[in-house]
């Protein structure tokens, strides 16, 4: 059986491949907008179902899915997004400096010819850095491709807390996902 992780997200492809070796990672091309006045719990089960859509393939039998978001520690009805240049992740981590907020990811995974989907929360709490170090991260080039413009398991880990919840969520997979790959991984080649 053979395995397609449906994104670009080099940290979901090393979460999977010690579970996978074989798996084959290419995104899909799927709408990610949110539409107007959806909750945020809401939205990102219709994006993660939306790239399942998208992922429909006849030459894989067991297919991943995910979206991550960043919930806005001001309002709890906005995403904070990926940032689009530096002077966008620059406002975002001068945002989220010092301050907590909620990361949610959903996952589907596609196997014996049904989708599953599942969601997980998490909390973060981001330290207050100084702005030296703010503009390290933003040098690092670390935000690039990444909601809410860092990653937990880059050069952010050094100012990122996981106060409640599980680094998968964060990193783009739910714990199901990740468990029902491992129980599935014997019949992948």
């Known amino acids: 059986m053979r395995a ?3 994104s670009n997200s080099s940290r979901r492809k090393e979460m999977l491949e010690p579970i996978i070796p074989t798996i084959f ?4 091309d799927a709408d990610e907008s949110i539409p107007k006045g959806m909750p945020i719990l809401k939205a990102i089960d219709e994006i993660c179902r939306r790239k399942a859509e998208a992922a429909k393939s006849k030459d894989y039998e067991f297919i ?3 979206d991550t978001m ?3 520690p001001d309002d709890e009805t906005k995403a904070i997004g990926k940032p ?8 975002i981590l001068e945002h989220l400096r010092g301050r907590k907020h909620t990361v949610v990811t959903s996952s589907g995974l596609f196997i014996d010819g049904n989708w599953e989907f599942s969601q997980s929360t998490a909390e973060v709490l981001i330290s207050n850095y ?3 170090e703010l503009e390290e991260l933003l040098i690092s080039k670390s ?3 990444k909601a809410g413009g860092y990653d937990l398991a880059g050069e952010m880990k050094k100012f990122a807390n996981l106060i409640k919840g599980e680094e998968a969520t964060v990193l783009g997979l739910t714990p199901k996902v990740i468990q029902d790959s491992k129980l599935h991984s ?3 080649i």
């Open 143 to 145: 935000w690039l491709g």
């Open 4 to 6: 397609w992780l449906a």
């Open 25 to 28: 990672s290419k995104g899909v």
């Open 130 to 132: 100084s702005n030296q």
């Open 70 to 72: 960043i919930v806005d």
């Open 186 to 188: 014997s019949r992948l």
């Open 84 to 91: 689009d240049s530096i002077h966008h992740a620059r406002m």
């Open 64 to 66: 991943i899915v995910s």
